[in-house]
């Protein structure tokens, strides 16, 4: 491992839930995932990962993973998506994922569009449109709390506060 590659694995293992030999078993599934050799991974090469592959909501993980926008992810921004997950991971870093799912455009808030096209994803025809356009103003209305039309991360965590999923976290 050179100087440079060294000092990236130190500042992982420093800000992310893993171990260094934990990052190294890592940094091998990182490498088998890209295919093309490129030092990164584009969303088809992503979709291989068959736990992802199935989940209606892969495309999400993937804008979520890739942080500077560029299409596809990097070593260090697969550890850091990762590092929510990992057993070490808090419930804040879970919640600040899953709020991320549902913020698209990254501004730090969920519209109501944006909770309706998530929610689409997951739903798909099992709901008319109507439906769950009013499952969602509902939703928005019961936990916009500053009466702004749309949900902070703190609106966002007191919503699901008392949800199965969050006792689970």
Not at 2 to 14: D, N, P, W
Not at 32 to 60: C, M, V, W, Y
Not at 63 to 91: C, H, M, N, P, W
Request: net charge negative.
């Amino acid at each position: 491992m050179g100087q440079a590659e060294s000092t990236v694995y130190h500042s992982l293992e420093k800000n992310s839930n893993f171990s260094g030999p934990e990052l190294l078993r890592l940094k091998k599934r990182f490498m088998k995932l890209d295919k093309d050799g490129s030092g990164s991974i584009d969303k088809d090469e992503f979709l291989q990962i068959p736990q992802i592959a199935n989940n209606p909501l892969a495309h999400r993980m993937i804008a979520i993973f890739d942080e500077d926008g560029s299409g596809t992810v990097d070593f260090q921004e697969f550890v850091g998506g990762l590092s929510a997950f990992s057993s070490k991971g808090g419930r804040e870093e879970k919640l600040r994922f899953a709020f991320k799912v549902y913020d698209m455009d990254r501004d730090g808030f969920i519209s109501n569009g944006e909770l309706y096209l998530v929610l689409k994803q997951m739903v798909g025809n099992n709901l008319k449109d109507q439906q769950l356009q009013q499952i969602v103003d509902k939703t928005i209305m019961e936990a916009d709390k500053d009466g702004d039309g749309k949900l902070s991360f703190e609106e966002f965590a007191a919503m699901v506060e008392n949800t199965d999923i969050v006792k689970s976290v």
